[in-house]
């Protein structure tokens, strides 16, 4: 996706599993509309948990030039690392 696709996208939707896995679910214009899937998707009762994030601009050029970032392990409740 080129940056100009990137910035007109700037809300994510992610979803993190019961066993700390994150996976990005989709990408919004709105944080609005953004809200809204990640409200139904949480209305469906799952153990999973969705929460809207916003694309900074250093994220979207990175992505839009084929870098990647490595994300640190999610952490339990205690604070350790899975």
């Known amino acids: 996706m080129n940056e100009g696709g ?5 809300w994510l939707v992610i979803r ?3 066993n700390g896995n ?3 679910v989709g990408r919004y ?4 509309e953004a809200q ?4 139904s998707l ?6 999973q948990l969705y929460w809207v994030e916003r694309i900074n601009q250093t994220q979207a050029h990175s992505q839009s030039h ?3 970032h490595t ?3 999610a952490q339990n409740g205690d604070g350790t690392r899975n």
């Open 29 to 32: 214009a709105t944080r609005a």
């Open 16 to 18: 993190q599993d019961d």
């Open 22 to 24: 994150r996976y990005r």
């Open 42 to 47: 949480d209305a469906r009762g799952h153990k």
């Open 66 to 68: 084929g870098q990647t």
């Open 6 to 10: 990137t910035l007109s996208l700037p």
């Open 71 to 73: 994300q640190a392990p």
């Open 36 to 39: 809204k899937i990640a409200d």
